[in-house]
């Protein structure tokens, strides 16, 4: 159970004179309910890793399995359901919905509005400090503010699987600790997989996986082995 990538090639413009490759020959195995780190530079592919093993993205080779299924044997439908049941996504940019309130758009990936769901939500706001804002609208928070109401939407629909994508980046020291402190707190019921340029966010990870020009060049794990 968990993610594996076989042999996962990912390469930008094909067919064109200049190619990338954002992802190199990448062979990797997830399993368990952990906090897996994602590191390395700017451009060293990070949140192709992360899209790809999400199925949001498809390798140009290789194949990437979720829970022993292959990705490009489900349908797009089908695989639209499965990320929609098991995954919850925090993306660089929030994507909330400008008329909905911030408890509607935390709801809206559930499409639920019954009592326990909205206390599902306000328990949720209530554990990022942002229960204040329920009734607001987005263009009325800040951005720091508007990243909390999309990792809140993340978990409404309790995911097996987290996958965050800088989620501290718009956050100041303070609403970070608060952040990490979140996510933490589910480590023993999911997997969560945070990719950033920021160590310091990563110290508590159970594993690391460094990145470097499309390849993985070490893994971590909490007692310090290589492999
Ligand atoms: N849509 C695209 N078209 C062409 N090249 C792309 C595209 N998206 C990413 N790339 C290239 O793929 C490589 C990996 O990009 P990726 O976004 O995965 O890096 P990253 O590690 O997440 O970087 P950052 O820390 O800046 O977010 C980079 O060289 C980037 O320029
Ligand atoms: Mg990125």
Aim: proline fraction near 3%; charged fraction near 25%; aromatic fraction near 8%.
């Amino acid at each position: 159970m968990g993610l594996e990538m076989d042999s996962v090639n990912l390469v930008y413009d094909i067919g064109k004179e200049l190619q990338t490759y954002a992802l190199k020959n990448i062979n990797i195995s997830l399993e368990g309910n952990r906090i897996v780190g994602v590191m390395g530079p700017s451009g060293s592919g990070k949140s192709s890793l992360l899209y790809t093993l999400a199925g949001l993205k498809c390798p140009t080779s290789g194949k990437v399995y979720y829970n022993e299924i292959n990705y490009s044997d489900l349908s797009p439908d089908k695989n639209a359901e499965l990320r929609r049941k098991d995954f919850g996504f925090i993306f660089q940019k929030h994507f909330l919905i400008d008329y909905m309130t911030v408890l509607q758009n935390v709801l809206t990936p559930i499409n639920d509005d019954s009592k326990e769901a909205k206390m599902k939500a306000v328990t949720i706001l209530d554990k990022l400090n942002i229960l204040n804002l329920s009734g607001k609208k987005p263009h009325q928070l800040s951005v720091g503010q508007k990243q909390k109401v999309a990792i809140a939407r993340a978990f409404i629909g309790e995911p097996k699987i987290i996958f965050a994508d800088e989620p501290t980046a718009a956050l100041d020291y303070e609403a970070t600790i608060n952040v990490m402190n979140f996510l933490k707190s589910y480590r023993k019921e999911k997997m969560i997989i945070i990719v950033s340029h920021d160590k310091s966010i990563l110290e508590d990870a159970d594993s690391i996986i460094n990145m470097f020009d499309g390849s993985i060049i070490s893994t971590q794990s909490g007692e310090e082995e290589n492999m």
